[in-house]
């Protein structure tokens, strides 16, 4: 429904500006959303590769205890590398 007041020139510029500005920011503001997707994306790849990295460390660190005990025994094994031999034996049958 039309006003019954007619709107003044200023009053549509005014207006017209304030669209403007707002579709400025509602532009930034999806800019803004689009870039932390993208690094949300890249970090995600990236604790990704280095979670692989832990994973394959721990194994390697499996693996190297299991070695030790196979080598000098679980007693021994332990006391050297400041492990209880529950731990010991735990890595070594990780590392099976």
Same mark, same amino acid.
Request: glycine share 4%; charged share 25%.
């Given at each position: 429904?039309? #006003?019954?007041?007619?709107? #003044? +020139?200023?009053?549509? =510029? +005014? &207006? +017209?500006?304030?669209?403007?500005?707002?579709?400025?920011?509602?532009?930034?503001?999806?800019?803004?959303?689009? +870039?932390?997707?993208? /690094?949300? #994306?890249?970090? !995600?790849?990236? $604790?990704?590769?280095?979670?692989?990295? $832990?994973?394959?460390?721990?194994? =390697?660190?499996?693996? !190297? /205890?299991?070695?030790? !005990?196979?080598?000098?025994?679980?007693? $021994?094994?332990?006391? $050297? &590398?400041? &492990?209880?031999? !529950?731990? /010991?034996?735990?890595?070594?049958?990780?590392?099976?």
């Amino acid at each position: 429904m039309a #006003s019954a007041t007619p709107i #003044s +020139r200023a009053a549509r =510029e +005014r &207006l +017209r500006e304030h669209h403007a500005t707002a579709t400025k920011a509602i532009a930034g503001h999806a800019a803004a959303l689009a +870039r932390l997707d993208a /690094v949300t #994306s890249r970090r !995600a790849e990236i $604790v990704g590769r280095q979670d692989d990295l $832990v994973a394959d460390a721990v194994t =390697e660190v499996a693996h !190297a /205890v299991a070695e030790a !005990a196979r080598v000098m025994g679980v007693d $021994v094994a332990a006391a $050297v &590398l400041a &492990l209880s031999k !529950a731990e /010991v034996r735990r890595l070594s049958k990780e590392a099976q």
